[in-house]
């Protein structure tokens, strides 16, 4: 072997010439105090979590089955009356100094002001993993034209809060679907929220039971036949 110090060829511990450390027998190299590479210790590989069982939002929405059966309903999807169009047909039919459309949207956040408001809650179990069914719940949302809005992304959970529009029967307000995980199945919370109404003339309940219905449905997301036996 050859010196790194001055190029000398020697063996043994030093160098002859300078007297440098050629190798040293634990293992560590002399010059950097360092383990070799081959010494060095490999982190394990990251365990990858299939997206069915996931509950991350990201995840499951990167999925390729997932991205195109939600554009499959939100391409299907038929927009419905809204209170806004049912008020400007009104505001043609009998004229008003205050247009109607106009005087909603200051009124309906004025009664909220004040405490005003109405919603319904359902929750239960359904009977497939956890990823399948948040994404049953995108594109229950695509399909009846409700506009995604913002996520709060937990461990244990994911909940998606997105737009509840307005109809004849009630103004725009909100609505939230929680998703959490137990085992291969999962529990689901969804409620809706109208400020500045006091009611919406079942509007709310009639929603919430098409949601049950669509997360207890394939929705063109199928369980995987090693769920099924599960």
């Known amino acids: ?13 030093f160098c002859f010439s300078c007297g440098h450390p050629l190798h040293q027998g634990d293992g560590i190299a002399p010059e950097t105090n360092v383990v070799p590479p081959q010494n060095e210790l490999i982190s394990p590989p990251t ?8 509950i991350c939002y990201e995840q499951v929405l990167n999925t390729d089955i997932v991205r195109s059966a939600i554009a499959d309903h939100g391409s299907k999807a038929i927009k419905g009356f809204s209170g806004e169009d049912c008020l400007a047909i009104y505001d043609k039919i009998v004229p008003s100094p205050i ?32 990823g399948v069914v948040l994404a049953r719940a995108l594109c229950s949302l695509a399909k009846h034209t409700q506009p995604f809005q913002r996520v709060e992304q937990a461990d244990d959970r994911c909940t998606l809060i997105a737009e509840f529009p307005s109809s004849i029967w009630a103004l725009k307000g909100e ?56």
Not at 7 to 13: H, L, N, R, S
Not at 101 to 127: D, I, M, N
Not at 212 to 229: C, E, K, N, W
Request: one cysteine or more; proline letters at 6%; a positive charge.
């Open 47 to 54: 365990h990858s979590v299939k997206w069915e069982d996931d």
């Open 99 to 130: 247009p109607l459309a106009k005087l909603a949207t200051v009124v309906q956040p004025l009664y909220a002001s004040f405490g005003v408001r109405t919603g319904k809650t359902r929750e239960g179990t359904v009977s497939a993993p956890p």
């Open 175 to 230: 609505i939230r679907i929680t998703v959490t995980k137990q085992s291969n199945v999962a529990h689901v919370s969804a409620l809706t929220n109208i400020p500045g109404q006091a009611f919406d003339w079942g509007k709310s309940t009639k929603a919430l039971e098409r949601l049950f219905s669509d997360l207890h449905s394939d929705m063109g997301i199928p369980v995987t036949s090693q769920y099924r036996a599960a």
């Open 1 to 13: 072997m050859f010196c790194s110090q001055c190029g000398v060829e020697a063996d043994g511990k």
